[in-house]
């Protein structure tokens, strides 16, 4: 296990402990409401779509070589122009 994963544990752990402390059953519904909460966000930003830079470099890369393909068969290719008129 690495310093990070064992970090994580002890703050679980401790968190455990801290709500064992509790003997307040409107303190502990108040927890379990924020703690459900914060979980709820924590997974609204997980699960936002992103693109890696490896995704947008091999874009990149594909389109790069499609352009040289179409030159080196003499095809002509559209231009942002025509594509945004197309749009």
Do not use: C, H, W
């Not at 970090?7 to 003997?23: G, P």
């Not at 231009?79 to 197309?86: G, K, V, Y």
């Amino acid at each position: 296990m690495n310093t990070s994963a064992i970090n994580l544990q002890a703050e679980k752990m401790a968190l455990i402990d801290l709500i064992n402390s509790v003997n307040s059953a409107s303190v502990i519904e108040s927890l379990k409401r924020s703690f459900e909460r914060i979980l709820a966000t924590a997974r609204d930003k997980d699960s936002e779509e992103y693109i890696s830079k490896d995704e947008i470099l091999d874009g990149i890369r594909i389109s790069l070589m499609e352009v040289k393909k179409s030159r080196e068969k003499g095809l002509k290719l559209m231009d942002a122009r025509q594509l945004l008129n197309e749009l």
